[in-house]
């Protein structure tokens, strides 16, 4: 599979794969950007995308930094109809301020394929062995 990249900033990083195998393309920082404990922010990748019709890029933590910093990712879907800069949302859920570098990594992103769904209302659903047990409800 083949995607477009435009680079809107000339010292945007073009997504990688860190290895053979990756599922997911690591997305760079274009400028630095603090992230304080509790608090959200943008940073923008310097990169818009076109993704094939029927394709999405769904945005996700890279775990070192989720891990050993509590950084996570909000707000991780690139639809393939949007050609705006791919802006990443993060959430500092650490307990120490984090800079992300410009040039560093901030997330991964995976291209999968999507299904579109047609809803059909109805007055009941087929009964299953689970039925509405939820939040807990399998055990430890």
Same mark, same amino acid.
């Given at each position: 599979?083949?995607?477009?990249? $435009? $680079?809107? =900033?000339?010292?945007?990083? !073009?997504?990688?794969?860190?290895?053979?195998?990756?599922?997911?393309?690591? !997305?760079?920082?274009?400028?630095?950007?603090?992230?304080?404990?509790?608090?959200?922010? =943008?940073?923008?990748?310097? !990169?818009?995308?076109? +993704?094939?019709?029927?394709?999405?890029? +769904?945005?996700?933590?890279?775990?070192?930094?989720? &891990?050993? =910093?509590?950084?996570?990712?909000?707000?991780?879907? @690139?639809?393939?109809?949007?050609?705006?800069? +791919?802006? !990443?949302?993060?959430?500092? +859920?650490?307990?120490?301020?984090?800079? &992300?570098?410009?040039? =560093?990594?901030?997330?991964?992103? @995976?291209?999968?394929?999507?299904?579109?769904?047609? &809803?059909?209302?109805?007055?009941? @659903?087929?009964?299953?062995?689970?039925?509405?047990?939820? &939040?807990?409800?399998?055990? $430890?």
């Amino acid at each position: 599979m083949q995607i477009k990249i $435009k $680079k809107l =900033h000339p010292e945007a990083t !073009l997504p990688t794969y860190g290895r053979a195998g990756d599922a997911g393309m690591d !997305l760079y920082a274009v400028e630095e950007a603090r992230v304080v404990p509790g608090e959200t922010a =943008h940073i923008k990748t310097g !990169l818009s995308f076109e +993704l094939p019709e029927g394709y999405a890029g +769904l945005v996700w933590d890279k775990s070192g930094l989720s &891990f050993k =910093h509590g950084i996570k990712v909000i707000g991780g879907v @690139l639809d393939s109809n949007y050609r705006g800069e +791919l802006i !990443l949302g993060v959430i500092n +859920l650490g307990k120490e301020a984090y800079t &992300f570098e410009k040039g =560093h990594k901030v997330s991964q992103m @995976l291209i999968q394929k999507i299904e579109r769904a047609e &809803f059909i209302e109805a007055d009941e @659903l087929s009964d299953t062995v689970r039925g509405e047990q939820g &939040f807990g409800s399998s055990g $430890k």
